[in-house]
C-alpha cells in the first residue's frame, strides 16, 4: 500500500477525527463536570460504561471486519461517533442552559458515551487492519507508525480548537457539534471514495476466519498485549488527571473552569507536539523498531511521571506531561506493531481488535482509581503510573519475546501483487 495514496489518506482522516473529537471532549470534560457540581470521581466513572463497552464489542468488529469488509465497518464505526458527538453535545447543553438537571444531564451524556463505546472501536480495528492486508512485514512498523500519527495529530488539534468553539450560544458542548459535522463528512468521503476491493481474502489454515478466540494468550502476543495494558493504563490516568489538576493549579490565581480552559488546551497541545514529533520526526529518522520503540517509550513515559512529582506546578505539570506523551508515541506503535509481525496474515484482523480491546480496558479502571488517587493526593496518581511504567520496562528486558522483537518474516506478504483481481466476495473489503 502506497502510504501516500488516497485510500490512506482516507483511513488517516477516520483516526484523526476520532482522535481530535475525544481529546476536544477531554478538555472540556473537567470544566463541565465542575459546572455541573458533580464529584471528580463520578465524572471519571460515569464514563466507565462506556471503556467497558468499547472493550466488549472490539472483538465483534475485528471479527466482523473479516466477514462483512473493512470499509463498511469503519463506516459503522464513523456513525456511532457522528451519533455519539451529537448526543453528548445536546445533553451537555440541556444541563449548561437548565433546561434539564445536572445529573439527568449528565447521565444523557454518559449514554451518549455509551453509544461510542459500542459503535467507536470499529473504525480504527478496520482501518488499522486494512494496512495490515496492504502491507509487507517490512512495511509494517512505518505503516502502523504513520497511521497512529494520525491520532497524535487529533490530539493536537482537538484540544487546540475546542476554546475557539467555546461560543455563547453553545458553551462548552460548542466541540462537541463541531466534531460531530466534521465526522458526518468523513464518513461521506469513506462512502464514496474508499477503495474497497483491492486483496483477495486469505483463508486460514483451518479454513476458519474466526481467529480472536483464544489470541490473548497466544505467546506470540501475550507479552505485548500486558505491555500495551501497562502504557495505555498509565496514559489513561495521566489524560485523565489532566484537567482536573490544572483547573486546581490555577483556581490559586482565581481562575475558574472555563477561564481555564485554554491552559488545559495548551497543556495537551504540548502532550500532542511531543507525540508527533516522535512519530513523524524521531522514528523515521532513527529507523526505530518494535523492540527498540517499546524500549524507549516505556522509559520515557516513566521519567515524565516522576517529573510530575518532583515539580508540581502548572509549567511542570505540562512538562511531565509533554514528556509522557512522547513515551506513549514511541510505544503504542511498538507493541502494535510488533504484535501484527508476530501474526499471520489471516490473523491481522484479530489481532487489531486485541489491540484495540487494550483502549477500552485502559479507560475502564485506571482513570477512576487515577482520579481517585487525586482527590485523596495529588502525587499519588503519578506514583501509581510509575509503578506501573517501571514494569513495563522490566518487561521489556524480562519478556524473551520483547527481547527478541518479533520474529523477521521475509517470506510473508500481504501486499496484493498488481497482478491481484479485486475481491469478488465478503473478504478483508467485501464485495465492490
Known amino acids: ?65 473479516d466477514r462483512l469488509g473493512r470499509k463498511r465497518v469503519i463506516q459503522i464505526g464513523l456513525s456511532g461517533f457522528v451519533a455519539s458527538m451529537a448526543g453528548f453535545g445536546l445533553a451537555a447543553t440541556s444541563g449548561l442552559e437548565h433546561w434539564l438537571g445536572p445529573v439527568f444531564a449528565f447521565t444523557l451524556m454518559a449514554a451518549a458515551r455509551t453509544v461510542y463505546g459500542v459503535f ?35 490530539t493536537v488539534i482537538g484540544p487546540t480548537i475546542a476554546p475557539f468553539l467555546v461560543l455563547p450560544l ?30 483477495v481474502r486469505i483463508p486460514s489454515p483451518s479454513g476458519q476466519r474466526d481467529t480472536a478466540k483464544g489470541l490473548w494468550k497466544d505467546p506470540r502476543v501475550r507479552d505485548y498485549l500486558l505491555y500495551g495494558l501497562f502504557i495505555t493504563g498509565a496514559q489513561a490516568v495521566n489524560i485523565s488527571v489532566l484537567g482536573f489538576h490544572i483547573i486546581d493549579e490555577l483556581a490559586v490565581t482565581g481562575m475558574n473552569g472555563r477561564q481555564a480552559q485554554p491552559f488545559i488546551g495548551l497543556a495537551m497541545f504540548g502532550g ?25 517509550g516505556a522509559a520515557l513515559a516513566l521519567l515524565g511521571n ?52 487494550l ?27 510509575a509503578l506501573l511504567l517501571a514494569g513495563a520496562t522490566a518487561l521489556c528486558f524480562w519478556s524473551p519475546r520483547l527481547r527478541a522483537g518479533p520474529a523477521d518474516l521475509p517470506g510473508r506478504d500481504e501486499a496484493p501483487s498488481p497482478e491481484t483481481p479485486p475481491a469478488s466476495q465478503p473478504g478483508p473489503e467485501g464485495n465492490r
Open 1 to 65: 500500500m502506497n502510504l501516500r495514496s488516497p485510500a490512506f489518506a482516507i483511513l488517516f482522516a477516520v483516526s484523526l477525527i476520532a482522535s481530535a473529537g475525544n481529546m476536544a471532549l477531554q478538555s472540556v470534560l473537567p470544566a463541565i463536570g465542575r459546572e455541573f457540581e458533580l464529584a471528580d470521581t463520578l465524572v471519571a466513572a460515569a464514563f466507565a460504561i462506556s471503556a467497558l463497552m468499547w472493550t466488549v464489542a472490539s472483538p465483534f468488529w475485528a471479527r466482523l471486519s
Open 120 to 154: 467507536g472501536s470499529a473504525a480504527p480495528i478496520a482501518s488499522q487492519a486494512y494496512v495490515a492486508d496492504r502491507t509487507t512485514p517490512q512495511q509494517r512498523t512505518q505503516a502502523m507508525s504513520l497511521l497512529a500519527s494520525a491520532q497524535g495529530l487529533g
Open 170 to 199: 453553545v458553551g462548552l458542548a460548542g466541540p462537541m457539534y463541531a466534531f460531530a459535522a466534521l465526522g458526518a463528512v468523513v464518513l461521506i468521503v469513506v462512502m464514496t471514495r474508499l477503495p474497497s476491493g483491492e486483496v
Open 272 to 296: 500532542a507536539v511531543a507525540t508527533l514529533l516522535a512519530q513523524w520526526g524521531l522514528i523515521p529518522m532513527l529507523k526505530l523498531q518494535p523492540r527498540a520503540l517499546m524500549r524507549w
Open 306 to 357: 516522576l517529573m510530575s512529582i518532583a515539580s508540581p506546578g502548572y509549567y511542570g505539570v505540562v512538562v511531565g506531561y509533554a514528556i509522557v506523551s512522547m513515551g506513549v508515541g514511541f510505544a503504542r506503535p511498538g507493541f502494535t506493531a510488533g504484535s501484527s509481525l508476530a501474526v499471520r496474515s489471516d490473523e491481522q484482523g484479530a489481532v487489531a481488535g486485541l489491540m484495540m480491546s
Open 359 to 385: 483502549a477500552g480496558l485502559s479507560f475502564l479502571g485506571p482513570p477512576v482509581i487515577g482520579v481517585a488517587l487525586y482527590e485523596l493526593s495529588e502525587p499519588a496518581p503519578f506514583i501509581a503510573n
